[in-house]
């Protein structure tokens, strides 16, 4: 009696609810058994400050060159947690079901949730599933929440930073947000754009073993892209930034879907990149310690914090000029993430 | 050049999503300054074990008699914190709004979020906002999850329920789940039915200063009414338990339109409601400090744990039958919460 697509009853609480949860969530997701399913999870008492955040994904199309919406949620919790400096010590898991959904579909975005959570060792404690009729959501929403634990006494925050600190970002740009573009328009590229999609919690360790103190702020440049995230730093910390664009990494096939359609790549979404701004006398050791890592192979210092100011953010074009810099304006990419 | 309606930008992570932020949700719901906003809030070190729940929500309609699509999301996950014992620390909020949406409803859900929020006290302290074109949602979709803290020993689960314990309700019971289908299929009844939209917080905490260790279980009767929630815990504490349907107490107008519709109130979704099960011995004493409390005025024994066993419900008829209980089988009532 088992359905191959979503039934309005998986949402119901009750008995295909059930069934959803112990035959395909549960064991995906956590292996949690039935008698220790409670209303909320519960944790040790954590060693240090809390760090909590809360991402909702709705990316369309749910499966792209890199990644799908599982290991995208992952990941991105995992992230906004590593960019406080704190370690996940637990994800929450909404989801949100279309009627209709193929529950193969489903089953292959939960092994990729397992899969991401699994490489950075946090567990997945808790969720809820809600289901929806045909017509009013698209597949699937995910909505992922992490508590992590800040094991050091640092403030990592983005209104840390100082004059003369250089911005390090860990490669190269707007390859998450052209995947999934050029996915879900049916772009025909010489070669396939991949997704950057990554935990970044690795990354940062490694950076806090070598940097400490002397890193300021770290941020995912995720919607909005480089520009709109450096802008936000820019303002909260009341200083003027100011990039070099030829050193800021672009793979050529993103650049080269950027000038065919009109984007500049400092505005396009990234999902396993994160700006790093830190003490310039720590600077070059900490982008060694990155080039080291999986992640970091490609990272590159793109620009200084000049002085005290309003936030304005330029960039020192390859061509020599200086331009100033704003928040991306208007809706470039719907749901890229 | 404000919009009365979302638009698709205002999900970018540019401009107009910090116009979003900063002129609308961020005022409403925490107040926290743009130059404190980061990827993830932090919180000190908390002074016991951890609970951690979510939730999302995507009630059709989003305003009902006795509440909204705001109230009922942060209620719902301050009420499963509290089934596991714990204060809430923090909440999070995940928005998924349609391209529509018309600003001012945005608002007075944000209103009532901050509302239900403040009334436990708990800060709502971080967030997400996502934007999904016209037809790929249903107005608007929240996710909350919710951080308590345990400050006891006491472990509080659904596999604690012992032979001879009392199982108590807080009052009637399907008043949420008609209030919201009456409200959607605008049902014509002789007094409206309201939800039972409420937070059970205060009324935990009055039930652990006079039960303690004598309290077993605690669950909320949401999606799947009574009956589901109550043979949960039967399966989970491999326990019969048997109920009395005389001492159920449901509301005459929600009787009335179950008995219409040939729906069983018992298998209709509260959202102000917990089943506690109890020590028999401290069972009248827990019964009579949760008839103090607004929440419990109506509270009533409505059940015994009989013995050991495969975790079969019954119930004894009013007219003196007795029938055996299985939980809701297919969608009695899709998108009550």
């Known amino acids: 009696m088992k359905s191959d697509i979503i039934l309005l009853g998986h949402g119901s609480g009750g008995k295909l609810s059930h069934q959803l949860l112990d035959d395909i969530i549960i064991p995906a997701l956590s292996g ?6 409670n209303d909320a999870a519960i944790l040790a008492r954590p060693d240090g400050r809390l760090a909590f955040t809360t991402d909702s994904y709705v990316v369309d199309p749910i499966f792209f060159p890199g990644g799908c919406i599982g290991d995208l949620a992952i990941n ?26 193929p529950v193969s579909d489903l089953e292959e975005i939960l092994q990729a949730m397992r899969q991401a959570a699994d490489k950075v060792g946090v567990n997945i404690v808790t969720g809820d599933t809600k289901v929806v009729p045909r017509g009013k959501a698209d597949k699937i929403f995910i909505n992922t929440s992490g508590v992590g634990v800040i094991e050091h006494e640092l403030t990592i925050c983005g209104s840390g930073a100082r004059p003369g600190d250089k911005i390090i970002i860990n490669g190269t740009v707007g390859d998450h947000g052209m995947a999934v573009l050029a996915s ?57 930034i100011e990039l070099v664009e030829s050193a800021i990494p672009v793979n050529d096939n993103v650049g080269g879907a950027c000038a065919i359609l009109g984007l500049d790549p400092l505005f396009v979404a990234n999902e396993g990149k994160l700006l790093a701004v830190v003490a310039a006398e720590k600077a070059e050791q900490i982008l060694a310690a990155m080039q080291e890592q999986p ?37 470039q990419l719907p749901r890229i993430c």
Do not use: F
Request: glycine share 12%; charged share 25%; with cysteine.
């Open 32 to 37: 949690i058994a039935q008698s220790e399913q």
């Open 76 to 101: 991105g919790t995992v992230n906004d947690l590593a960019m406080a400096g704190a370690k996940p010590l637990a994800i929450s898991v909404g989801l949100i079901l279309e009627e209709g959904l």
């Open 184 to 240: 879900r328009e049916g772009l025909e590229l010489e070669s396939t754009i991949e997704s950057d999609c990554a935990e970044l919690h690795s990354l940062v360790e490694a950076m806090l073993a070598v940097g400490k103190e002397d890193i300021h702020v770290l941020r995912d440049p995720t919607r909005g892209g480089v520009a709109t995230t450096l802008k936000e730093i820019a303002l909260q910390s009341q200083m003027d």
């Open 295 to 331: 992640t970091g192979k490609d990272a590159s210092i793109i620009g200084t914090v000049i002085n005290k100011g309003a936030g304005r953010l330029s960039l020192e074009t390859v061509i020599g000029g200086k331009r100033s810099v704003e928040m991306l304006a208007g809706e």
